[in-house]
């Protein structure tokens, strides 16, 4: 077997649940080649981020141009890009034509509320690197940001559309609104429901959430997941529902899992898979 290379863009995670690290063992579960440029290295653990380092964006372009320069790279993925400048920077290597099938996971804050971006963060991705993604990944927090709005504006799924729908206007071809952090966006309900807006159409994904605290990186594994399905030749919304099932499976094998004292990292490599 020959297999395909994916590349992802994103920050190192020393506890190794999200980042490069989840994104390199997502591929590897896809049977993909991963390949990584590193934007930040991060001190962090199952119990939050503790400091963060970004890499200069120079450094981070040398690493993009070192490996499509001589692996034939069929998608990509960007994570934790840590400054406006970086952002910009992929935006150009995009335009050069180096990143195919590019997934953005627009990550500008962690989970445990530590920001993951300098300021102008939503403003960089807005006008300079959305308009190349094929796919744009953002949770609710980073979608509402995005669009200037209050998260707790963005309740349901039709305020999910609508936001979806602004985040459109910026000029990716699809937008997948993940709707994981739906508790803190008002709703109730113990769904994680994600919808999948773009090429006219809309594909609601709704699954039961999983009753687990380890769910470190899954926003960081599924764009991963659907860069892997784009660099094997499927189509965003085919890629799109692998991710989605990819995830729950890694979610619910890790479920008895107590690696470290906070969230712990998912069952990307399915070792509790029956």
């Known amino acids: 077997m020959q ?13 190794g649940g999200a980042g490069i690290q989840a994104d390199i063992r ?11 440029a590193v934007t930040a290295i991060t001190a962090q653990n199952t119990l939050g981020v503790f400091a963060v380092m970004n890499v200069d964006p120079s450094l981070v372009v040398e690493q993009v141009r070192a490996v499509t320069d001589d692996f034939s790279v069929a998608g990509v993925k960007t994570g934790m890009l840590g400054r406006p400048a970086t952002v910009e ?3 150009d290597l995009a335009r050069e034509g180096r990143l195919p ?6 990550v500008l804050v962690s989970t445990s509320g530590h920001s993951l971006m300098e300021e102008g963060g939503p ?4 006008d300079a690197l959305l308009g190349f993604a094929h796919v744009v990944t953002p949770n609710l927090r980073e ?13 349901d799924l039709d305020d999910m559309m609508r936001i979806g729908t602004m985040i459109l206007g910026f000029g990716s071809r699809y ?3 993940k709707g994981g952090h739906f508790q803190e966006g008002g709703a109730t309900d113990r769904r994680a429901p994600d919808i999948l807006l773009g090429d006219g159409k809309v594909l609601v994904l709704d699954a039961a ?9 899954t926003g960081c594994s599924l764009s991963a997941a659907i860069a892997a399905g784009l660099s094997l030749g499927r189509s965003a919304p085919d890629a799109t529902r692998d991710a989605k099932s990819f995830v729950l499976a890694a979610l619910t094998g890790a479920a008895p899992w107590r690696l470290g004292h906070g969230r712990g990292p998912i069952d990307h490599l399915g070792w509790n898979r029956e």
């Open 26 to 36: 997502t591929f590897s579960a896809f049977e993909v080649h991963g390949t990584c």
């Open 101 to 106: 099938h590019l997934v953005v996971d627009p």
């Open 175 to 177: 937008v997948l609104m």
């Open 209 to 217: 959430r999983v009753a687990t605290t380890n769910d470190h990186g």
């Open 89 to 91: 920077a992929v935006a």
């Open 143 to 155: 979608a509402a940001m995005l669009c200037g709005v209050d998260v707790r504006e963005i309740s």
């Open 123 to 126: 403003e960089a991705y807005r």
């Open 3 to 15: 297999p395909v290379t994916a590349l992802t863009i994103a920050g190192s995670d020393s506890g």
